[in-house]
């Protein structure tokens, strides 16, 4: 007989050969599996931490908003800390927090004071040219609160998920005053 042929029907018959069959397919799906299966736990806890932190920055724009009393620059620290534990972060989470005034005459925003924490720049009147589209409309000398958390997210699992930072942009107005008074108060 021929190798060529030979090695044919050895082809063949181990192409019909059908021992083993559930073993061989064990090893090439197993890892098929458990790659979705941690795949969707890294993308629900990568949802569950934006989700989280979303709700977690209108809860502390919602408690500044209520502020009767002079806001202080430790008062943001102690909020950027609650923020850190209701989204169950180890650290990284940043907060700024700013009071924008608007001047309808003039058509211009202004911020009269911002804070914010763990390295995050401070917002600055001339940051908001570039927020323009974000800002909502506003009447004459009225104040709006700005929170933005920044929280870093950085997955268990190397599934093709990369770190991320969720960031969130919050609006409110003060709710019992028509400002909330800050220790170092700018004047527009």
């Known amino acids: 007989m021929r ?23 064990t090893a090439i799906i197993t890892p098929v599996l458990a790659w979705c299966y941690i795949s969707s736990f890294v993308f629900f806890d990568a949802f569950r931490t934006y989700a989280s932190s979303v709700k977690a920055t209108y809860a502390i724009a919602d408690v500044i908003s209520r502020q009767t009393n002079t806001l202080r620059t430790r008062d943001v620290d102690g909020y950027s800390s609650l923020l850190e534990n209701m989204v169950r972060n180890d650290g990284g989470v940043r907060l700024r927090v700013s009071q924008i005034y608007y001047d309808a005459t003039t058509d211009s925003h202004c911020v009269e004071w911002s804070d914010a924490t763990n390295g995050e720049a401070v917002l600055f009147t001339a940051n908001l040219v570039d927020m323009g589209e974000l800002l909502p409309t506003m009447v004459h000398a009225e104040r709006l609160i ?23 942009f919050t609006f409110t ?14 004047t527009c």
Do not use: C, K
């Open 173 to 186: 107005r003060p709710r019992y005053a028509g400002q909330i008074r800050f220790e170092t108060q700018n």
């Open 3 to 25: 190798p060529s042929a030979m090695l044919s029907r050895m082809i063949h018959r181990f192409w019909q050969d059908e021992r083993a069959a559930i073993a061989m397919e």
């Open 146 to 168: 700005l929170v933005q958390s920044f929280i870093p997210y950085r997955p268990a699992f190397n599934t093709g998920l990369a770190p991320i930072t969720f960031t969130n």
